[in-house]
């Protein structure tokens, strides 16, 4: 029942998203203007002992794809509860986790396949990287869309107006992304910058991936960026699911 009704729904909202081209597209314009404008500044410069500056830059565009992009997906649900959507659906006998986790896949669709956009863009411009790991790095993305996404639907939930969800979410986002070394790696700081930045799981995500991308799989960056990435994606899922089963009761 669960994985009808999860199927289901993802059909809706996909097709939702496929008769909206412009948000498909939409979503991945700022990572390659970064990739664009910025990414050749740093070409002549030594940002790390192995690899370019590609290799660099690219892993922490492409979870800047998903930090920015999904932590906004509550926008949409809290505009369907204004219009009443989410509560038809509510009386429906459709499960009310596979509500969120229809979402949830959708979102984790679209980032990817906005990261598919942006890896062949930035191949195009001298990217050079193994396909397993350009492949790893995809998956990073899913799981963090998946887990930021369920926060902003729990989130969205809970404050019900733009004018609340808008100003939390970026006062989250931002900080995260100066600490995380998204742009530069934070190794590049000083010292107390770098320590700090441990404390944000974004940290050992971008890590990972730009290990993935000199090809190194079975360091130390991967193992924690594995174990970072997939909980936080169970522990998000798991707050969003108790929101979701709470609304409206």
């Not at 926008?75 to 509510?90: D, H, P, Q």
């Not at 590049?188 to 991936?209: E, I, K, M, N, Q």
Request: glycine residues 8%; charged residues 10%; positive net charge.
């Amino acid at each position: 029942m669960l994985l009808h009704d999860t199927a289901l729904l993802f059909r809706r909202y996909a097709r939702q998203t496929l008769n909206s081209r412009f948000q498909m597209l939409f979503g991945v314009l700022m990572p390659l203007l970064y990739l664009l404008f910025f990414g050749p500044l740093l070409t002549d410069l030594p940002l790390a002992a192995d690899g370019d500056s590609w290799q660099v830059l690219v892993p922490g565009l492409l979870l800047q794809l998903s930090l920015f992009g999904a932590s906004f997906s509550g926008f949409a649900l809290i505009l369907e509860n204004s219009w009443g959507v989410v509560e038809r659906l509510r009386v429906t006998p459709v499960s009310r986790l596979a509500l969120l986790l229809g979402r949830l896949l959708r979102d984790a669709a679209l980032f990817v396949f906005q990261a598919v956009l942006l890896v062949l863009a930035a191949l195009a411009m001298g990217l050079r990287a193994p396909l397993a790991g350009i492949l790893i790095g995809f998956a990073f993305v899913a799981l963090l869309t998946v887990a930021l996404a369920a926060l902003s639907y729990a989130l969205a939930l809970k404050v019900r107006t733009p004018q609340e969800f808008g100003p939390t979410v970026n006062g989250l986002v931002m900080p995260s992304m100066l600490l995380s070394g998204l742009m530069l790696p934070m190794t590049l700081g000083p010292g107390w910058l770098d320590v700090l930045s441990h404390f944000t799981p974004f940290r050992y995500l971008v890590d990972a991936v730009r290990d993935a991308y000199v090809g190194e799989y079975a360091g130390a960056h991967m193992l924690y960026g594995v174990l970072v990435a997939v909980g936080f994606a169970l522990a998000a899922v798991a707050v969003g699911t108790r929101v979701v089963r709470s609304a409206g009761s």
